[in-house]
């Protein structure tokens, strides 16, 4: 089945790193996201990785995939008081589709 | 600015009441689709409409009726909803249906409270 997982509650100190995790079940997924939402907000896509990318680096943030466990993570380098927020993990099924399943969210808190 | 538009923004309503939730995007999209968000839950994907036809409706109680009239505008119609309904209900869009990477740009969202 299709099951997106993620930890609901992250809070760290401004200026360090933060790593948010995602498990999904689909292993037909081919594309991987995360989105980030503030309060009030709509979803903004942040980045995303396909599916035989092990790593990739968009300035503060880097994605991590484990694809033989499932693992997806976002860290945030540097982060800032703006990026507490909550972030999505999705991933996109069946290939070929528009279909997005999504995680619980993380809420992100970050505190100086 | 996101490029879609969701009206309003907030809405209350009585079980007994019939209302409208509008999405518009100006975008050149082909596929637009209405999410749910509920606290302490996934987004749900309710509908999905790929160059104005309904290609998914993720077993969604018939209290809520899709209209997709162009590629550019999404409409979702309530009618003698519950309080259990209440939610952000997200519209989005993307460029081409069923390509391996179309990224979806999402609306703000109209936060319902159903009473």
């Known amino acids: 089945g299709e099951d997106v997982e993620q930890s609901l509650f992250l809070s760290v100190r401004e200026g360090d790193s933060s790593v948010i995790n995602c498990t999904y079940t689909?292993?037909?997924?081919?594309?991987l996201y995360w989105y980030k939402q503030e309060p009030g907000a709509g979803l903004q896509l942040l980045t995303y990785?396909?599916?035989?990318?092990d790593m990739k680096q968009d300035q503060r943030l880097t994605v991590l995939l484990n694809k033989k466990d499932k693992h997806l993570s976002l860290r945030i380098a540097d982060t800032q008081t703006g990026d507490s927020a909550i972030y999505f993990c999705?991933?996109?099924?069946?290939?070929?589709?528009?279909?997005?399943?999504f995680g619980t969210g993380t809420r992100l808190q970050v505190f100086p | 600015e996101t490029g879609v538009t969701q009206t309003p923004r907030h809405l209350v309503m009585g079980m007994t009441n019939k209302k409208s939730l509008k999405c518009e995007q100006h975008?050149?999209?082909?596929?637009m689709y209405w999410y749910k968000q509920s606290a302490k839950k996934p987004l749900e994907l309710m509908f999905v409409?790929?160059?104005?036809?309904?290609?998914e409706n993720n077993s969604v109680p018939s209290r809520f009726s899709p209209e997709c009239p162009n590629s550019s505008h999404l409409f979702l119609h309530l009618h003698t909803l519950q309080p259990e309904d209440s939610a952000l209900y997200l519209c989005?869009?993307?460029?081409?249906?069923?390509?391996?990477?179309?990224?979806?740009?999402f609306g703000q969202g109209t936060r319902l409270t159903v009473v």
């Open positions: 409409y790929n160059f104005k036809e309904q290609t």
């Open positions: 689909d292993s037909s997924s081919t594309y």
């Open positions: 989005a869009s993307s460029l081409t249906p069923g390509q391996m990477n179309t990224e979806a740009f």
């Open positions: 975008l050149g999209h082909n596929a």
């Open positions: 999705a991933e996109k099924v069946p290939p070929g589709t528009d279909k997005l399943i």
């Open positions: 990785i396909f599916s035989n990318m």
